[in-house]
């Protein structure tokens, strides 16, 4: 619906009175003028930062990870127009059209989001490789690398929950987003991008990062723990790349890395699903919101199984907590007694189109890719 209404708007069409044979209905509520601008003064609550667009992406996946990781503003965003000649140095200020020379346009999509994210992780990369870590100053000789699960983990610990509302089923009922914890959502995922929430320069909240080349073997983990500052949530991110899937598995995951905080045994957590063990997902976040000043909070990353390792990790920490240099003092005695997450916690709104739909449709790639090779010969 979305792309219909911006096709119209590349062929000039009158967007408040579309031509037949068109997808009218889509055209006039996204193109046309009067009728977006009716809608955002008859509900304005609902086209401000704290929504999920109606058009956002929902998950999960046909095997139940989560999707979307997180979120980026994707409507109403103001952005460098072009009409695709590299000399005409465009600056105007008329209303944006394909060919005009217009120096801003104003678009809604992942044509706005995408960028926005892919912008925020090379600033995320620049932040490590710039050294702008530990110390919160830029100092070349702390510079290095990250890996691409250092980086994403990153950007999920300086998410924050959206609490406004979402057309869950695209028919104009809106209703509350779900929150992110004790369960992520498969509207906002994560949340939504926010990075001055975990890097660090300067402040009371801190970062705590370990980009672990080296991984685990099945069974193996390594324990972290921070001191806490104050009262307020602490929360730690685990990320990693995961070895690749046979293609129309039921699982996709082949690697299952659990992440497991908190302060004592009586009250810890398991990522994602806070009581109940997430062995989809690779990616994994836990809150701890019942720290005390002083106290120590612990992180566990635990190698549930590992088929194909050792599996390299990422663990991101943010809050309010003082960092413990001594690692190895981090010991925290837990009960591996967390029941494994269930369907429902994968599939809140019921199934989706499962793994043997998704194997049709590879099958009836496979074959045409098949066919197409015997023709070339």
């Not at 892919?118 to 702008?132: H, I, N, S, T």
């Not at 975990?198 to 390594?222: H, P, R």
Request: charged share 20%.
């Amino acid at each position: 619906r979305k792309q219909a209404a911006v096709d119209a708007l590349r062929m000039d069409v009158d967007c408040c009175s579309p031509p037949e044979g068109t997808n009218t209905h889509a055209i006039k509520k996204y193109c046309c003028e009067e009728t977006v601008t009716q809608d955002i003064m008859d509900s304005p609550d609902r086209h401000n930062e704290n929504n999920v667009a109606e058009f956002s992406s929902r998950g999960p996946t046909f095997d139940g990870r989560i999707k979307p990781d997180i979120l980026a503003p994707g409507q109403f965003i103001i952005s460098a127009h072009s009409d695709g000649n590299p000399t005409s140095f465009q600056c105007g200020t008329s209303p944006p059209k394909l060919d005009n020379d217009a120096g801003r346009l104003s678009n809604a999509g992942t044509s706005m989001a995408t960028p926005t994210a892919a912008g925020a992780a090379v600033l995320v990369r620049q932040y490590y490789k710039d050294g702008f870590y530990p110390s919160g100053q830029k100092e070349s000789t702390d510079g290095f690398n990250p890996s691409g699960a250092l980086v994403k983990a990153t950007m999920i610990a300086s998410t924050y929950e959206l609490q406004g509302e979402i057309d869950k089923g695209n028919n104009g009922t809106w209703s509350k987003i779900d929150p992110i914890w004790p369960k992520y959502s498969i509207f906002q995922g994560f949340g939504n991008l926010r990075l001055g929430n975990a890097l660090y320069f300067g402040g009371e909240k801190q970062l705590d990062v370990y980009d672990v080349v080296d991984g685990l073997e099945t069974n193996s983990s390594t324990t972290y723990c921070v001191e806490a500052t104050s009262s307020e949530p602490i929360r730690a991110v685990l990320v990693y790349d995961d070895y690749p899937g046979t293609p129309g598995a039921e699982l996709a995951t082949v690697n299952d890395l659990d992440l497991v905080g908190g302060v004592d045994d009586a009250t810890k957590v398991t990522g994602n699903f806070k009581d109940r063990r997430d062995y989809r997902n690779t990616a994994e976040h836990v809150i701890i919101d019942n720290a005390k000043n002083g106290q120590r909070v612990y992180f566990v990353v635990r190698a549930r199984q590992v088929p194909q390792g050792p599996q390299a990790y990422a663990l991101a920490i943010s809050g309010k907590f003082n960092k413990i240099s001594d690692q190895k003092s981090c010991n925290f005695q837990w009960t591996d007694n967390f029941e494994l997450a269930r369907d429902t916690d994968f599939f809140p709104y019921g199934q989706v189109a499962g793994t043997s739909v998704a194997m049709v449709i590879l099958m009836a790639v496979v074959a045409m890719v098949v066919k197409y090779m015997q023709n070339k010969q």
